[in-house]
C-alpha cells in the first residue's frame, strides 16, 4: 500500500514518540521495519519534501543507443545506401568502435523508412490439375 508523504511523516512522528520499542510500535501498525526505516532516511537527509513518492521508472534506459549514434548510423546509411543493416552495423562497429546490433540497426532504418520491403512475386495456384493423381503408377478413375 502506498502512503502519501503526510502519512509517511505521521507514522515518524509517531513511532519517535512512542513509548514502546520501534519494533513493537511498527508491528502494531502492521509497517514493515524496512520501508520505515527508509522513509527515516529518507527524511532525515531531505526532510518532508524527500517522503514524497517517486516515479519507479528509471530515467534513462540502460541500453538505450544515444542519439548521436542514433544520428551517426542514420547517416552512414543515407551515404552509403547499398549496404545491408548487417553489413551497416559491421562498418559502423569497426569505424566507429561502438557496437551497434544488426537488429538495433534495422529498427533505426525502418523508422526512418530507409528500409525497401523485399520485392514479393505472388503466384497463383491453378484451379483445375494439370496431371490427375496417380496411384501405383495407374491413373485414377472416377467413382
Given at each position: 500500500?502506498?502512503?502519501?508523504?503526510?502519512?509517511?511523516l505521521?507514522?515518524?512522528?509517531?513511532?519517535?514518540?512512542?513509548?514502546?520499542?520501534?519494533?513493537?510500535?511498527?508491528?502494531?501498525?502492521g509497517?514493515p521495519?524496512?520501508?520505515?526505516?527508509?522513509?527515516?532516511d529518507?527524511?532525515?537527509?531531505?526532510?518532508?519534501?524527500?517522503?514524497?513518492?517517486?516515479?519507479?521508472?528509471?530515467?534513462?534506459?540502460?541500453?538505450?543507443?544515444?542519439?548521436?549514434?542514433r544520428?551517426?548510423?542514420?547517416?552512414m546509411?543515407?551515404?552509403?545506401?547499398?549496404?545491408?543493416?548487417?553489413?551497416?552495423?559491421?562498418?559502423?562497429?569497426?569505424?566507429?568502435?561502438?557496437?551497434?546490433?544488426?537488429?538495433?540497426?534495422?529498427r533505426?532504418?525502418?523508422?526512418?523508412?530507409?528500409?525497401?520491403?523485399?520485392?514479393?512475386?505472388?503466384?497463383?495456384?491453378?484451379?483445375?490439375?494439370?496431371?490427375?493423381?496417380?496411384?501405383?503408377?495407374?491413373?485414377?478413375?472416377?467413382?
Amino acid at each position: 500500500m502506498r502512503y502519501p508523504a503526510a502519512e509517511k511523516l505521521e507514522i515518524i512522528r509517531l513511532v519517535e514518540q512512542s513509548p514502546l520499542p520501534v519494533r513493537h510500535t511498527l508491528a502494531k501498525l502492521g509497517i514493515p521495519r524496512a520501508t520505515f526505516y527508509r522513509w527515516y532516511d529518507r527524511h532525515s537527509s531531505g526532510g518532508p519534501e524527500a517522503l514524497n513518492d517517486r516515479s519507479p521508472r528509471p530515467d534513462r534506459v540502460w541500453n538505450r543507443i544515444p542519439d548521436g549514434v542514433r544520428e551517426n548510423v542514420i547517416q552512414m546509411a543515407l551515404d552509403e545506401p547499398a549496404l545491408s543493416p548487417r553489413e551497416l552495423a559491421v562498418r559502423f562497429t569497426d569505424r566507429q568502435s561502438y557496437f551497434v546490433s544488426e537488429a538495433s540497426v534495422y529498427r533505426l532504418l525502418k523508422a526512418r523508412d530507409l528500409i525497401a520491403s523485399p520485392a514479393f512475386i505472388v503466384i497463383m495456384g491453378s484451379r483445375t490439375r494439370l496431371r490427375p493423381p496417380t496411384s501405383c503408377g495407374k491413373p485414377t478413375s472416377p467413382i
